[in-house]
């Protein structure tokens, strides 16, 4: 790719097209792009296939993770439980060191070519590992009942391997993809800024319509015909997935660094300057802020101590000593991020519930549809996403339209409010899930069947349709605003690590859902009484665990209503 001067120079070679190029984007040739001959929807349908894809491999892994760690290697339900969260906290951290490769090396497009092969290798290794445990268990048997049917531990090490190959190759894929899709949008032409607004609602809605398949089909197909062959789908979907890519290579717009320093750099030497003159009065910074005249953003009141790399530590104004002042806005947007960023946390131990927690609850309630033919229990995790699918298109094409007319906010609300919005549903959900798991408790004493753990309970599985639903309603306000928000709020060069930035809280989220899950085990599991997560669900309260994060939700909601208050966002389309 040309730099950003050497473009310049064509451009001027070529005033004819000016009108019709795009700023800050150039082709895959390193040519100026034409506006009518790239990006928008027809490019960003590619990238959202592309998505699809991943996601149909991902949740075909994630969602019946826990059932496949409990069945064939044989783990407890608590063991369980921590690894999914360990991997899903994993998976959704790595997208920070996939952001920083993107972002500072190799381009987003490129990132996404290699983590996708990677992707493609820890499926397929999966897929090998999982025929092989299989087939033990099978000869397993065949044998004498006293002999242990434990998976051998070198192959069990190996499928975690694979599980993580896969983390490492999500991690690469997920931030670039998104940041990549709307980058085809260009946020300075009013037209596309809208564009690029509704791109996030029809993004999550066409990732959860592809989950939703994952959760139907594929997970039928794990539990009852092979899970090699529910591993190995996943593998071929993203082949697919690569192969799209790439076809529409000629058609993305790819984004040029306007400045030849890295973001990393830029931001880290603000904050290095920072502490070399922390010694620095008021007076002298003031002075300085006069000198250069008054600052541009109303947010450089906030952490006015950032001012303070405006001095160079001996007093010298060579060049290259000295930060700007927009080098110290962009550490000041970046630092605005950190309280959404915390205040987002309790959300995402909620979120880590519906793939562990509530599967294992319908796994014990009757799950009949018709007689003869049972409903996978992780499949209840479709009841998200078909919420979602359902929700998307009514928020976008309705509440939006006559949210905009009043408000004048391309978005309908700001990104904050819908966050907001989606945090107090989650809380509800946890309401919803404590008292449905008290009735199911008391169901299972009524029928006695309290030591039965293996024996169904006769209460219907449907009863988990509500929380599953308020919690899919949930994701269409927090899950988007989050993605909009940590995409559009930080500079332009950090984009991917923005995204990256968003998915870190759902990593730290479950390594938090399963710290507190161990450390809740501990408590509980004393003087032989049964802890909150017992193996024997009847004897267990999830109930008391889930009024335990309906709480916190709710203290965490105050505190994060206190600092989006407060913020002062970084950029804005209008109408």
């Known amino acids: 790719m040309r730099t950003a001067k050497a473009i310049s120079e064509s451009d001027m070679e070529t005033p004819l097209l000016l009108l019709d190029t795009v700023d800050g984007a150039v082709d895959h040739k390193g040519q100026p792009v034409l506006r009518s001959k790239s990006g928008g929807w027809r490019s960003a349908g590619f990238i959202i296939c592309v998505e699809v894809a991943e996601r149909f491999a991902y949740y075909g892994i994630s969602s019946n993770l826990i059932t496949y760690l409990t069945g064939p ?43 996708s092969l990677i992707y493609i290798l820890g499926l397929g290794l999966l897929t090998l590992l999982s025929m092989l445990l299989s087939l033990n268990s099978s000869n397993c048997q065949g044998t004498s009942k006293f002999l242990s ?6 192959q069990v090490i190996l499928f975690f391997c694979s599980l993580y190959l896969v983390a490492l190759g999500q991690g690469g894929h997920k931030p670039c993809v998104q940041a990549f899709g709307a980058d085809q949008f260009d946020g300075q032409n009013s037209e596309e800024c809208k564009a690029k607004s509704s791109f996030f609602n029809w993004w999550y809605f066409s990732t959860c319509a592809g989950c939703l398949v994952t959760l139907w089909i594929l997970n039928y197909i794990q539990e009852n ?23 529409g290579t000629k058609t993305y717009r790819y984004s040029i660094k306007e400045d030849e320093k890295s973001p990393f750099l830029r931001i880290g030497r603000v904050f290095v ?69 915390v205040t987002s946390l309790v959300y995402a131990v909620v979120f880590a519930q519906s793939s562990t927690f509530f599967t294992k609850q319908g796994a014990t309630m009757d799950r009949t549809v018709v007689p003869g033919f049972d409903i996978s229990a992780a499949s209840l995790q479709s009841f998200i996403s078909l ?176 600092f989006a208050k407060s913020y002062i966002y970084n950029r804005k389309c209008t109408i």
Not at 149 to 154: A, L
Not at 229 to 242: D, E, K, N, Q, S
Request: glycine share 6%; proline share 5%; charged share 15%.
């Open 73 to 115: 290697l044989g783990q407890s339900t608590a063991t369980a439980a921590q690894n999914v969260n360990t991997w899903s906290g994993t998976a959704s951290l790595l997208p920070l060191l996939g952001a920083f490769v993107a972002d500072s090396f190799l381009g987003r497009y490129r990132t996404i070519v290699i983590a």
């Open 149 to 154: 049917c434990s998976p051998p531990q070198p």
């Open 225 to 247: 015909l092979s899970w090699g062959l529910g591993f190995g789908l996943p593998c071929i979907a993203m082949i697919v997935a690569l192969v799209i890519f790439l076809l």
């Open 273 to 341: 300057a920072v502490v070399w003159n922390w010694r620095t009065t008021p007076s002298a910074i003031a002075i300085e802020e006069e000198a250069r005249g008054t600052l541009p953003h109303q947010s450089s009141e906030e952490f006015k101590f950032l001012n303070k790399a405006l001095l160079a530590p001996d007093g010298s104004k060579e060049d290259g000593v000295v930060c700007s002042i927009s080098e110290v806005e962009e550490a000041k947007a970046v630092l605005r991020l950190v309280p959404i960023w």
């Open 387 to 562: 919420s979602i699918v359902v929700f998307i298109p009514i928020y976008d094409r309705i509440f939006v339209p006559i949210a905009r007319s009043c408000s004048r906010i391309p978005s309908g609300i700001t990104m904050l409010q819908r966050i907001g919005i989606g945090m107090l549903l989650s809380a509800a959900s946890m309401v919803i899930a404590a008292l449905v798991e008290i009735i199911r408790l008391k169901t299972a004493q009524e029928y006695g069947l309290v030591d039965l753990p293996n024996v169904t309970i006769p209460m219907s599985i449907w009863w988990l349709v509500p929380q599953y639903v308020l919690f899919g309603i949930a994701d269409v306000f927090t899950m988007v605003g989050l993605q909009e928000f940590f995409y559009d709020q930080v500079p332009n060069e950090l984009r991917s690590v923005g995204l990256g930035l968003y998915l870190s809280i759902f990593g730290v989220g479950s390594f938090l859902s399963s710290f507190l899950i161990s450390a809740i085990e501990k408590a509980t599991d004393v003087d032989g009484q049964d802890s909150w997560f017992a193996n024997n669900l009847n004897r267990a309260h999830l109930d008391y665990f889930y009024w335990l994060l309906a709480g916190l939700s709710i203290i965490n909601l105050a505190a994060y209503l206190y």
